[in-house]
């Protein structure tokens, strides 16, 4: 039986992203039916409305926020969850069970390599998958901000609170890109360091396996952005296809 004991606040957390995504989608027509409000009669409306938005704005931001705080407590929970089950502790009080398929590996450094060869794998595969879709919000919603500044009635009080918009959606987008490009150079040296292992010696490698280790961590620690359930859920067949096929090609066993 599968249990996860933090999974439960990943699934908090990747709901109220969708409700600050939903806040940004909302703010965005809002943008759009004030850009085009005129008249002497619609001016009460507009007022109304900028104000709405700008509410709305700053509850994206709270809840933004919230769910990038909430995450890094969430991975720290992971963190000692994956060390509990590299090396047979009990540090969490709570260890997961059928989250790592490498059961048959013994406790050690070794396992813990082979466990964070997984995760990257895992990671780098879902964050690829979720940057177009990152890209096209992030194109979309700040083309409309954008054109509501320069074609809108230019309001102070308004500019004041949507102008960060585009530039956060913006730094988030780089954000994943450069997430998905360090996850790739990790992936990378991982599969090195397993290739380099097949006809080496393990206690010669200690250095890699923790530079390996700390380059994963420190990577998801920076960028803080939660990977959608949704995709896992959908693609975890052929991730665990994946992965038992690279076991194989690196010659993962138990030792």
């Known amino acids: 039986m599968r249990f996860v004991p933090f ?8 709901r109220w992203n969708g409700y600050a995504d939903l806040l940004l989608y909302v703010s965005t027509i809002f943008s759009l039916v004030i850009t085009f409000l005129g008249g002497e009669m ?7 409305l900028i104000t709405i938005n700008c509410i709305i704005i700053a509850a994206y931001v709270g809840v933004d926020n919230w769910c990038s705080l909430s995450f890094a407590k969430t991975e720290m929970r ?13 540090y969490s009080g709570q260890k997961s069970k059928g ?10 450094l070794y396992k813990l390599a082979v466990n964070g060869f997984e995760n990257s794998h895992h990671t780098h595969f879902i964050i690829s998958k ?10 979309v919603i700040a083309a409309v901000f954008i054109f509501s ?5 230019r309001e102070l009080f308004r500019l004041l609170f949507e102008l960060p918009l585009p530039v956060i959606l913006i730094q988030k987008f ?6 998905q490009s360090r996850m790739d150079n990790v992936q990378d040296r991982f599969k090195t360091l397993f290739n380099d ?6 206690d010669k490698y200690t250095a890699s396996v923790l530079r390996g280790v700390i380059d994963y961590e420190a990577t998801l620690s920076w960028a803080s952005i939660p990977l959608k359930g949704k995709l896992f859920e959908k693609y975890k067949d052929q991730l665990s296809e994946e992965w038992e096929q690279l076991k194989i090609n690196y010659g993962i066993k138990p030792v």
């Open 42 to 48: 619609a001016e009460a409306l507009k007022t109304a």
């Open 149 to 153: 500044f320069f074609y809108g009635n």
């Open 7 to 14: 999974a439960k606040s990943y699934k908090v957390i990747e």
């Open 197 to 202: 292992l097949i006809h080496g010696d393990f």
């Open 130 to 139: 979720m940057l177009t879709g990152i890209f096209f919000k992030t194109v």
């Open 78 to 90: 992971r963190r000692v969850d994956w060390l509990d089950n590299s090396f047979n502790t009990n």
């Open 174 to 179: 780089i954000k994943a890109c450069y997430y």
């Open 99 to 108: 989250y790592f398929t490498n059961e048959n590996v013994s406790p050690g």
